[in-house]
């Protein structure tokens, strides 16, 4: 059966830092884009960032850039992000995704269920 699990989130305070973890079961990740994303109360989901998992190549929304790093265990079948210097607006759940398409923010396969990221001041 095609599993998702995302771990990792927590409560932290301005500046802190979290990793979360994204481990897939049922499936490898070897043709697929694995994606983080993320929903704060009331608002739309958005992307976070991106790995292409068969070649490593990463993708970021900009508010991400040079924070967060997206990367990838072979041998777990697992993906992390890495988020540093968190802010209060990253509060939020934050799923992974896995799925095939043309586009690294395409989000239409698989859903793990989400884990909640506070970062109080």
């Known amino acids: 059966e095609v599993q998702l699990q995302a771990s990792g989130g927590g409560s932290v305070q301005t500046g802190g830092s979290l990793r979360l973890s994204c481990a897939a079961s049922?499936?490898?990740?070897?043709?697929?884009?694995i994606g983080w994303f993320r929903r704060a109360p009331g608002q739309a989901r958005e992307g976070v960032a991106v790995?292409?998992?068969?070649?490593?190549?990463?993708f970021y929304k900009d508010y991400a850039e040079g924070r967060f790093t997206i990367t990838r265990d072979n041998a777990k079948n697992t993906v992390y992000l890495q988020m540093n210097n968190l802010k209060p607006e990253d509060t939020a759940v934050y799923y992974c995704?896995?799925?095939?398409?043309?586009?690294?923010?395409?989000?239409?396969?698989?859903w793990g269920q989400g884990t909640l990221v506070t970062v109080s001041s």
């Open positions: 049922g499936f490898t990740f070897d043709d697929y884009y």
């Open positions: 995704n896995a799925q095939i398409s043309d586009s690294p923010w395409d989000s239409s396969h698989y």
């Open positions: 790995i292409k998992y068969s070649d490593g190549d990463t």
